[in-house]
């Protein structure tokens, strides 16, 4: 068990034990990958468990730290890959059958990043089938559960990756965020997790579902460690044409100095009438912190807020058609063995291939995109993200920050909302408009409510991303929401 008993230890206080000769690589990766053992039949976190290679990386970890050319501070540190990032040579299947058996030739941008830090790759993570879903109940391989209370919802699309971490089965993990894919599995399952400002951090190799959505972002225990993880996977990729030419930040160093004057925006739209009391109360809590802190918090308003779930769901589906397209049955990927012609192969390999979630949002993204149809909803979809994106700009100029609730409610029950599309698309209600406009967003653990994690998001502007890691430091570091765990055995 590594250092001093704590079975939850992060990346910094791992990497310290570990200069000091205190800890190994080999003995924290053994106690994630045993943890991974006595976890996963209640609840199956990953599709793959890479056993022989991580213990083969963490021992060249520990030869490098002995050597005294430890790589830098994730050097050692047992990590978890969302199954929609590609890594070379390990099925890598988008929690859909169709991709059941695909294994990528090549390492996407960010597990080159991770493998040149050293960092150790434990698995390949659970999550909603193409990253469609907010509750991780859409896997093609079963659905995750939340270790606070197996019988309720990690959160999703990225819920392995968060449940992974909350309970202890990895220290930090990366996942993608499309429409919140990040941040509400963070808040559902009590830590740390972050999207990057749109273009930050490269997507070649993210299996794609909304191009102009999708942002690949880390899962951490605390702040310091999400910073640590976002400083290591940033930076411009020229494979990735919407990759960002900017300096490369080192986000530990902005950390801390303190909110002291910063200017706080709470858009009164983002208490929307379905949050629970439980969430009120605790958001609430969190603002007199702020406040307490030395911020200058003050209510404003985003009229547009109500539109954004309905732009996503335009936009966010008609791209998931394009980009699903490739997947016909010839390339790679699941081909159906009874197809007869050309045409059998689409149909059949996408029908056997599909869950039907994913087939909802291809229908309805063909929809939106239809002769006919295209001006009444995509193109108007597209008007109205620019102005969200304008009302966003003009919240910068008045503060330095929104803060809001991650999730209106906490983790529910599984089978809860399946039946109900629209219900489970309002679970993400609260961080759809930051996918839209292409900002920074955070959450991390702001309260609890009947024994369940409480998420609170700080949304920042465009290349914000310091500054709200800085705020969310801050309230970390005057709270003790970050400490608790969840009790599983």
Sequence with gaps: MPGAGDIFITAHAARVLMDRGELSSTDLTKHCL??????????????????????????????????????????????????????????????????????????????????????????????????????????????????????????????????????????????????GSIRQPAALCGIVGMKPTYGLVSRYGLIAFASSLDQIGPFARDVTDCAILLEAISGHDPRDSTSLQRP?????????GGIKGVRVGVPREYLVDGIEPGVRRAFESALQTLTSLGAAVEECSLPLTDQALAVYYILAPSEASANLARFDGFKYGHSSPGARTAWDT??????????????RRILLGGYALSAGYYDAYYKKAQQVRTLIRREFADAFERFDALVTPTSPTVAFKLGSRTQDPLSMYL???????????????????????DGLPVGLQVIGPQFGDARILRIAYSYEQATEWHLKRPEIN
């Design 34 to 179: 045993s943890r991974i053992s006595a976890l996963e039949d209640r609840l199956h976190s990953f599709l793959t468990v890479l056993e022989s290679s991580a213990l083969q990386d963490a021992a060249a970890s520990d030869a490098r730290r002995r050597s005294g050319t430890a790589l830098g501070p994730l050097d050692g540190i047992p990590i978890a890959i969302k199954d929609n990032i590609s890594t070379a040579g390990v099925r890598t299947t988008a929690g859909s059958k169709i991709l059941d058996s695909y294994v990528p030739p090549f390492d996407a941008h960010v597990v080159e990043r991770l493998r040149a830090s050293g960092a150790v790759i434990v698995g390949k993570a659970n999550l909603d089938e193409f990253a469609m879903g907010s509750s991780n109940e859409n896997s093609a391989f079963g659905p995750v559960r939340n270790p606070w209370d197996v019988n309720r919802v990690p959160g999703g699309s990225s819920g392995g990756p968060a449940a992974a971490v909350s309970a202890g089965e990895a220290v930090v993990s990366l996942g993608s965020d499309t429409g």
């Design 248 to 256: 490369r930040e080192t986000f530990v160093g902005s950390l801390r």
């Design 346 to 359: 689409m149909d059949l390999s996408r029908a056997e291939g599909f869950g039907s979630e994913v087939k």
């Design 427 to 449: 679970s993400d209600v609260c961080t759809i408009p930051v996918n839209i406009a292409g900002l920074p967003g955070i959450s991390l653990p702001g309260g609890m409510s």
